[in-house]
């Protein structure tokens, strides 16, 4: 049977930045098993699909597949699926105000919130409230910058600290002075084995410095770690709500409402940027807006026979 599907790149205005999300939209008749073969068919970091719950409006169960299998939860996604819904139609836009879409993922149900202009979305945001853990057993500097590849004295103890913290899943989070430190870190694996790292249980690390050379950003952000290729720059998504606890961790950053702007890679490398809200109270919960923009990419028909 025939299934349209599309190629959005989300946080970014331009085609052939931002992140690659293939969406099927009517994906109604597939099973888990052919959403596995056509997620490694399209080799993408992440393929959406969505089925209608004909009871309610604008309401879908959304799946969501790697090359490698299923993921339970993820960003990125809602973006790309309420970019896609609302630019082909399958939901109606309100240009007054904007348009509610929910998606019940495996683990964690999410209301989008979709802005349109003249008829066509413009802007995504979705709201997550997390419990974060905050650990600070962390490697030493030396530890950090032999398995990041980079000069020990780049990395901030000043303003920051390097945290562990988990909002569901674990990150090191690293803070930099230097934009460029980031972009030229190399992960080390064999440096990362003989330090304390695998002992904190987390597998990816998530560097980030406060200063970027663009005007839109007030963050930059990378994540290496043992499973993530040399040359990789994966999608962030996933840990926004870890840099958000991250910086609410710290007594310097006073109660309120906060917004900032994240960047993820450079003009080289398929620059995102991400916004972020979040509402600091110093509780046990945090409640985070993530939202931004996606361009159609590609439309297609991929022939995917029963099985």
């Not at 959005?8 to 205005?13: E, P």
Request: charged share 20%.
């Amino acid at each position: 049977m025939n299934y349209t599907y599309y190629i959005a790149d989300v946080f970014t205005t331009k085609v052939f930045n931002g992140a690659q999300v293939a969406v099927f939209p009517m994906a109604e008749s597939l099973t888990k098993e052919q959403m596995t073969l056509v997620a490694r068919e399209l080799n993408l970091t992440e393929t959406v699909f969505l089925t209608k719950n004909t009871d309610k409006e604008n309401d879908f169960q959304m799946k969501i597949f790697s090359p490698l299998g299923e993921i339970d939860v993820a960003g990125h996604p809602i973006i790309a699926a309420a970019y896609i819904l609302a630019s082909c139609g399958r939901i109606s836009l309100d240009d007054s105000a904007y348009t509610q879409v929910i998606f019940h993922q495996n683990t964690a149900t999410v209301q989008a919130n979709v802005s349109s202009t003249d008829g066509q979305p413009s802007f995504v945001q979705y709201t997550r409230t997390v419990s974060p853990v905050v650990d600070y057993f962390t490697p030493t500097e030396a530890e950090l910058a032999s398995f990041l590849g980079i000069n020990a004295s780049y990395i901030d103890n000043k303003k920051y600290s390097t945290r562990l913290v988990s909002c569901g899943t674990p990150y090191l989070v690293v803070p930099t002075f230097y934009h460029e430190t980031i972009r030229e870190a190399k992960f080390d694996f064999a440096a990362w084995s003989q330090s304390i790292a695998p002992q904190t249980a987390a597998q990816e690390i998530l560097l980030v410095s406060p200063k970027t050379p663009a005007q839109d950003s007030d963050f930059a952000v990378r994540l290496l770690g043992p499973n993530i290729g040399v040359h990789e720059d994966p999608p962030v998504g996933s840990a926004i709500p870890t840099l958000a606890a991250f910086l609410c961790s710290f007594d310097h950053m006073q109660k309120g409402t906060y917004t900032f702007a994240v960047e993820r890679g450079d003009e080289k490398v398929r620059r995102s940027v991400l916004n972020m809200e979040m509402d600091h109270r110093g509780e046990d919960t945090l409640t985070i807006r993530v939202g931004g923009q996606a361009v159609k990419a590609a439309e297609g028909t991929l022939f995917i026979p029963e099985v």
